[in-house]
């Protein structure tokens, strides 16, 4: 029993390598993407941001909106 569960424990731990060498994998074609981006022109910074705003729920992303010209107001930023 217990070489069983050592197998299981080690096919487990081996997924888990293998998608962490993949998600590496994604993050350096992201990084690409951008670094892309960036040669033509485009502003990364504010690409990421659009990318998080594009993620969240609309409802989400009103309300964190309204907030932040609430706050911008407050402080002048107009």
């Known amino acids: 029993m217990a070489e069983a ?7 487990l731990i081996e997924r888990v390598e293998r998608l962490e060498e993949e998600k590496k994998g994604i993050a350096d074609d992201i990084r690409d993407v951008y670094a892309e981006a960036k040669a033509v022109g485009y502003d990364v910074k504010i690409m990421r941001q659009i990318v998080r705003l594009r993620k969240m729920k609309p409802d989400d992303r009103r309300e964190m909106e309204t907030i932040l010209d609430t706050y911008k107001a407050a402080l002048g930023l107009g």
């Open 5 to 11: 569960t050592d197998d299981r424990l080690r096919l």
